[in-house]
């Protein structure tokens, strides 16, 4: 029962989201300062919301950086570029000042003598002041110290203040394990995983973004013009993350359940969707360097869009619309083969009303089943318009009735994703309730619930509301109904009350119900067994003698 009344406290290690930080605002000033900024030990601070803000912000200088080398772009952004970077100075200079003044209350240097002194030189320390050292030494020294703003590509080196802990509890939590096992931890999702394998998974979405943005521009004559060599560049890098998280995979799925046979482990795991998706992102850029004398390839760099499919592993939308075309395939297929059936007859109305008075535009049924598609689907481009009386009298009604036939697939796919998004929640709250009615939260339990509340976007509040019912179904054993029968069954004293309660309510049955109309139907047609029907009468009182 205590377990219970302490839920509340350890809820973000439940969950996985952030309660707004309990620190006492009548602390002093530094060391609130440093409980609310900088201290990892306190859930629901803003430490992490600093460490991600100024990530974002280090990687989007290291692009100004490399776009500062692009004569073409650089010129004609020029103050744009030099008023981002008074903005990144400023932020990195306030941070090193903050994280200066605030060394007194670090583990690492609150300890020691001379707190600050030893902050100052500490690695990090110098990585920070050398990232903002080239700009001021532009604003006090009167000499050309452009070769000095090379040193910005050392505020790249800044993530290893993240890295580096994450780096820290991925081999203290993996100590003794394969290395096998460990690429598992960092590639798939798990217990063994940690932050380190979060900051993989993002590593991965960034290029997947960077590559794919970067596909688009070169689509643009003017920009691919300019930037040639760089999405060359940037293409082989993309390249090679990935085939390296693809050899990654394929190497240490054989840790995963299901795929633990070494060849055929291999090759089942090759074939799942997600690998299939990695596979095809990497294969155009080998197929064009391997083949390119043979044939002409470069039709394939468009496939490398499909490197934005890779995203679809970081979330649980296209499962949860996969399974949702497969429950509901019945019916969808069934609105599919009206519309196919009503597309068709449209087709050939309007070349059998059309076909003499454009004959160029309604050739054949083919053909009009371009604008059938466009005039059911109530897009109308424009271009192909039927002109005869009869034609544009079809053409009404076709419009009219296509509102609401390609209306059905829309609101049928809405209806059963949203259904198959409240039987997820609620089989989360079945399994909260189960976990939760020993009183004890498991360190397995705590990494499920952790990772279905995040797939499922569960608020807080949306938490604390499954935990609190939960708390009222242990603490209420006079009310058991709400508890499936094996969870009765597993506690003697739930079972004897629960047994009590199906005795009284037998016999309120038999006080407001007429005893001599039971028994005459229960002895027809065998409905009570006479073991069953003496069980009642005991119950009762009731010693009649049967005729």
């Known amino acids: 029962m205590d377990t219970i009344d302490n839920l509340a406290d350890n809820q973000p290690k439940l969950v996985g989201h952030d309660h707004v930080a309990q620190i006492n605002p009548l602390l002093p000033l530094r060391k609130w300062l440093y409980s609310w900024l900088f201290d990892p030990g306190i859930p629901g601070n803003h430490q992490k919301a600093v460490d991600r803000w100024i990530s974002i912000l280090i990687v989007a200088n290291l692009f100004a950086l490399l776009f500062e080398h692009v004569d073409v772009i650089y010129e004609a952004n020029k103050h744009w570029f030099h008023w981002f970077d008074i903005f990144s100075v400023a932020i990195f200079t306030v941070e090193y000042l903050v994280r200066l003044y605030l060394a007194p209350e670090d583990r690492e240097f609150g300890g020691k003598k001379f707190p600050r002194l030893r902050y100052i030189s500490s690695p990090f320390a110098v990585i920070d002041f050398l990232a903002v050292a080239p700009f001021f030494l532009q604003a006090v020294i009167a000499v050309d110290l452009r070769f000095l703003r090379s040193l910005r590509l050392l505020r790249i080196l800044k993530l290893f203040r993240v890295l580096i802990p994450a780096c820290r509890q991925f081999v203290k939590v993996n100590a003794g394990r394969t290395f096998r096992q460990k690429v598992h931890a960092l590639v798939f999702a798990g217990e063994y995983g940690g932050t380190l394998h979060n900051i993989f998974d993002m590593f991965i979405a960034l290029w997947v973004v960077v590559s794919v943005v970067a ?163 109530s897009v109308g481009y424009g271009d192909i318009s039927p002109i005869t009386p009869a034609g544009r009298a079809m053409t009404i009604i076709l419009a009219l009735l296509g509102i609401g036939i390609f209306a059905i697939p829309a609101a049928l796919f809405s209806a059963a994703f949203s259904d198959e998004l409240t039987k997820e929640r609620e089989k989360l709250k079945r399994d909260l309730y189960e976990m939760l009615a020993d009183g004890v939260i498991s360190p397995d339990e705590a990494a499920i619930i952790n990772r279905e509340a995040r797939r499922l976007h569960l608020r807080q509040n949306e938490v604390d509301h499954m935990i609190e019912k939960a708390r009222n179904d242990r603490e209420s054993v006079a009310d058991l109904s709400g508890l499936p029968i094996h969870r009765i069954a597993a506690k003697p004293e739930h079972a004897i009350e629960h047994y009590k309660a199906l005795l009284g309510q037998i016999r309120q049955l038999g006080i407001l119900t007429d005893g001599l109309q039971f028994e005459q139907l229960a002895r027809q047609a065998d409905r009570l067994t006479s073991s069953e ?5 005991q119950i009762h009182g009731n010693h009649q003698s049967q005729p």
């Open 215 to 377: 596909v688009v521009l070169e689509s643009v004559q003017t920009v691919h013009y300019v930037l040639n060599l760089q999405f060359v560049i940037l293409d082989a890098v993309a390249v090679a993350v990935f085939t390296v998280e693809y050899c990654m995979r394929i190497y240490s799925c054989v840790e995963e359940p299901g795929f633990q046979r070494a060849v055929l482990g291999r090759f089942k795991q090759a074939r799942t969707p997600s690998v299939v998706i990695d596979f095809l992102a990497i294969l155009p850029f080998f197929l064009e360097v391997f083949l390119h004398h043979l044939f002409d390839l470069r039709f394939l760099r468009v496939f490398r869009l499909a490197r934005l499919l890779k995203l679809t592993r970081y979330t649980s939308a296209t499962s949860t619309l996969t399974r949702v075309i497969v429950r509901e395939w019945p019916v969808i297929s069934a609105a599919a083969f009206v519309m196919l059936l009503l597309v068709v007859l449209t087709a050939s109305l309007g070349y059998l009303f059309e076909h003499e008075a454009q004959p160029d535009k309604f050739e054949n049924i083919p053909q009009s089943i371009y604008w059938a598609v466009v005039t059911l689907a």
């Open 533 to 537: 029907l003496a069980l009642w009468r």
